[in-house]
C-alpha cells in the first residue's frame, strides 16, 4: 500500500458531504471470479490515490482486525456493510442472530450503518432469471410482516450505534418506487432509514427523482450509480438476469452514463443532506478498470458536482 488518504487532496464537498466509493468496483461477492485478483491491499490504495475517504464491507474482506488495522493505515473509512434478511420468509427472530453478529462486526470497525435489503423470494442472484421481468411481489398480508421486522432490527442496530438503511433493490420485493414509498411509510422513522441508489431507480422506475423527492426526510445513505441506456435495453432484449445485465456493463460511474446527478446531488444539499455518498457501480474490472473508473467519478464529482 503506497497511498495514504490526504484530505488536502481529496474530494472535498463544502456542503459537509462525505464521498466514498463502494468496493463492488474492484470485486463481486455474488461472483467471486470477478475480480478475484484485487486485494484489499489494492482496493484501499486505489481509494486514497483517487482522493475517496472511505468504502464499505465486502464479503472478501479478510478478518475483521486485519480490515480494520488495513483501512486505519489508509486513512480509510469502514461506513457500511449489506445484510440479506428473509423476514417474510423465516420470521425476524431467525434472521435476529446474524443480524446481531454483523452489527457487532461493524460496531468493531468504526461503521455507521447496516444496509438492509430483504430477500425473501430475490432474483438478483439467479443467472437464469431475466432481471426485467420477474421480480417477487409482497402479497398485502406479507407487508406488515416485513415492517415490523425492520422495526425490530433497526431496534437492535441502534444497540451497535448503527443507523438501518434500507436499499431498494432490482430483483427485489422492495424495487420500485411505489413499493419503497409503502415500505417506509409502514415502518418507524425512528429505526427505518433508506439508502437511496441512483441507479437502480433508473433501471427501475426509468426515474430518478420521484423516488428522492418522495422519500428524502427518510435518506441517511446514498448510492451514485449510473447507467448506460443502450447496454439496459440490449440487457432487456436478451432477458438477461441481473449478474449478466452488470458483466455486459449496464452500470457505470457518474460521468460516464446517462444520469444528470446535478439534480439528485442539488436536492440532497437543498434539504441538508451531509451524510456519505458513495459511487457505485457493478461492472467486470478487467473491462473497466477500478482506479481508472475512480478517477473518471472523482473528476465528475469535482468538476461537474462541486466546480472545483
Known amino acids: ?27 463481486n461477492d455474488d461472483i467471486p471470479e470477478v475480480g478475484e485478483w484485487n486485494t484489499i491491499d ?33 486513512g480509510l473509512k469502514i ?21 446481531r453478529a454483523t452489527c457487532e462486526y461493524l460496531q468493531f470497525l468504526g461503521a455507521t450503518r447496516v444496509v438492509v435489503s ?57 424495487q420500485t418506487k411505489d413499493e419503497t414509498l409503502r415500505m417506509l411509510e409502514l415502518t418507524d422513522p425512528d429505526k427505518v432509514s433508506l439508502l437511496f441508489d441512483t441507479g437502480h431507480a433508473f433501471v427501475g422506475d426509468g426515474d430518478v427523482m420521484g423516488l428522492l423527492r418522495g422519500a428524502i426526510n427518510r435518506v441517511k445513505h446514498v448510492h451514485f450509480k449510473d447507467v448506460r441506456p443502450a447496454k439496459m435495453e440490449e440487457s432487456r432484449q436478451a432477458k438477461r438476469s441481473f449478474l449478466d445485465s452488470f458483466l455486459a456493463g449496464m452500470f457505470t460511474v457518474p460521468g460516464d452514463g446517462t444520469i444528470d446527478f446535478t439534480e439528485p446531488y442539488a436536492f440532497l444539499v437543498e434539504h441538508g443532506y451531509k451524510d456519505w455518498i458513495l459511487v457505485e457501480a457493478e461492472q467486470d474490472p478487467k473491462i473497466a478498470p477500478p482506479l481508472e473508473y475512480a478517477h473518471i467519478a472523482r473528476d465528475y464529482v469535482k468538476g461537474t458536482l462541486l466546480g472545483q
Open 118 to 174: 430483504e430477500q425473501t423470494g430475490s432474483v438478483q442472484g439467479i443467472r437464469d432469471i431475466c432481471i426485467f421481468e420477474n421480480k417477487p411481489v409482497l402479497k398485502d398480508e406479507e407487508w406488515p410482516v416485513l415492517a415490523e421486522g425492520l422495526n425490530k432490527l433497526g431496534e437492535i442496530a441502534h444497540e451497535y450505534g448503527l443507523d438501518l438503511v434500507y436499499h431498494h433493490h432490482l430483483g427485489t420485493v422492495v
Open 1 to 27: 500500500m503506497t497511498h495514504v488518504y490526504d484530505p488536502a487532496t481529496a474530494i472535498n464537498d463544502p456542503n459537509g458531504i462525505t464521498w466514498g466509493m463502494h468496493p463492488i468496483a474492484w470485486r
Open 42 to 74: 489494492v482496493m484501499f490504495d486505489d481509494l486514497a490515490e483517487a482522493g475517496f475517504a472511505g468504502t464499505e464491507v465486502a464479503g472478501w474482506y479478510p478478518s475483521k482486525e486485519e480490515t480494520k488495522e488495513k483501512a486505519d493505515a489508509a
Open 79 to 99: 461506513v457500511a456493510q449489506w445484510f440479506s434478511s428473509f423476514i417474510v420468509r423465516d420470521g425476524v427472530e431467525a434472521v435476529i442472530p446474524d443480524f
